[in-house]
């Protein structure tokens, strides 16, 4: 069985993620499609609307067929390391081919940026720093470099976030030396070229939460851009937890823990540099909330996700001793659903497969799954206090989502 | 000016605080009254029902003339540590008597009982392993170890937790080598003897505590047995901060810290025996409510008090090490309140004072000083959401109380 993946978060899963998946199918001619999924924490280092059980049913609702977990160490990263760790672990569990939206919408453009780099490797990274140097951030450093040393169209533009995780598959892939095929399809136009898909249908995650926020949880103003499906769950979670898990929820718990931890304590945290950590103190000491926290904590050094992602290793209490222990590879998978498909193509890879399938948590006792427990465990918190419980309980009882055809 | 020195919490401020208070006074014959009190975590290992301010007030509105305040590092202790830190206190500040309620209520009966032990040192602590081998608590193998070996009427009864205060407070003044006359007077007979104070007008703290929590701040069932100075300033506080703390506001603090925290971390915190950390981290996953949480951890081995307390230092995160550090002496005294007469007694004992009195806390900057910051920051997060900030900026904005006569 030829087998697609994708690496998704579906925060919550829209039509435009359905887009992506009907065409990874038919591009690909894969006979199965495998959503690797963001945990409880996603890139952009926030707390995801729902949490990843919900949110794999929603994917198997709308046809993924197996949705395995990205663990927290590769989540919660910048765009190499998330790559990277998503890619492996489609590696190890047989896609052969691997399908992304990108806003260049040419895979051939990737292998010739990456070609580039690889030839100019040190005039690149000179730049890269000199740009810095003048206050550009990473990403738009990154991308001024490349347009500066190559103004040929045929270099992506890396200051876009969907090219730049391309990139960094693409990148992998070829690091990684396996044999797997990217393919990517132009996702800002998805809205406007396809007749099934109307900018009267499509809509970002981003707006989707931000109405979602803003009316209390009311889905008449979002139903047109998201599958009945995710409607349904959406709907189901809402009237259960009465709330949707995001960074205020939390801000408690930041805001204690920056009140009581040393400052030896912080700088071990992943991501705190030398200096953040009497600047996170101050801040929590003046801040009412976590957006007041934000704004008094960036500068022009840092962006606000690398910021936000910060906040969640110190929130998970993630040391940079930890994440640079298990963070160099994935030596488990974590099923979160599969269909009757998956459940097939499964039984055949087993019988050849190098790490472990985690369906129960108390089958695997690997040290390297103690982040994605802490994560849940945290994530929990979150919830109303009288559902809490539920919600922790839900990492060690759920089994994973298994959808008949 | 001869000042006498008592020991107080007053959470809150009652009739028999009052009777002490005066009896304090009039058999000191003293000018002046000092109170050293506990701040923002008492030595049950709960958060006081009001923040120090509050109570220092309470304390100056009923007559004393100085309030400072007993660091963390003592409050919070077993009684032979709480009991050296309030009498070096003391001492510091110039009081040359200290008196203290007991339910012996005879003096000589602790230097008794104070010689008795310095004569019997090794037989005591063989009796008292003895009785700890055969399920004892600590309290009550100390208490059994003295009647075993001395039966005379002179020993006081060590299970009262009053007398062990008490016999602390001897001890302590004997080991200091200072000079400082112990008197006591009787407590549990303060109800019944005195005219002026009846059943009807004495009750326990934890009474009015828990009269508080179940009328939900109502004065009405308690006002009786409070001075209306004191009922003024609980009806302020209610007003203001919509509840009073109790160890259930704090709960979400205490699980989300026992469910990001490594064993390790939890090792290092002060009265965390070995083995208990992973007892705690289990209880913390099951329990939905402080109280739940705290029927799981309690054994037979521990007193609800101890476990209590080890609670509020995982909660304050105060380490074994920096406890030892700095639990050896007082080296500064922080000034709550205090009247026209304290005034006039502080200018005065200010001329020769070896240790600073810090006023604000932008004034002092020795390192001993950062449990007490510590404990009232985390306290302030145990308020309504809303009144967090205020509670917070207290400890670094309010100055003492200053009370005209």
Redesign the interface.
Known sequence: MKAVGIVVEYNPFHNGHAYHLQQSRQISDADIVIAVMSGQFLQRGEPALLPKWQRAKMALSAGVDIVIELPYQFATQKADTFAFGAVSLLSQIGASILCFGSESGEIEHFYHTLQFLKNNKEKYEERIKLNMAQGMSYPSATSSAFLELDPSEKIIDLSKPNNILGFQYVKAINDLGINMRPITIPRTKAGYHDERFSSETIASATSIRKSLFTTGGSLSEINSYIPNTTAAILDDYYRTYKQFQRWENYW??L???L????GTELRNIYEVEEGLENRVIEAA?AA?SFKDFMSIVKTKRYTWTRLQRMCTHI???TTFDEMNEIMKEANYIRLLGMNDNGRKYLNQWKKHASIPLVSKLSSYHGDDIKLDI?AS??YA?GAK?EM??EL?QMEYKQPPFYMTN
Request: proline residues 5%; hydrophobic residues 35%; positive net charge.
């Open positions: 408690p718990f805001k204690y823990r009140l009581h931890a040393s000491l009412n929130l998970t209490n802490r465990r945290v918190l206090e809490t419980q922790l």
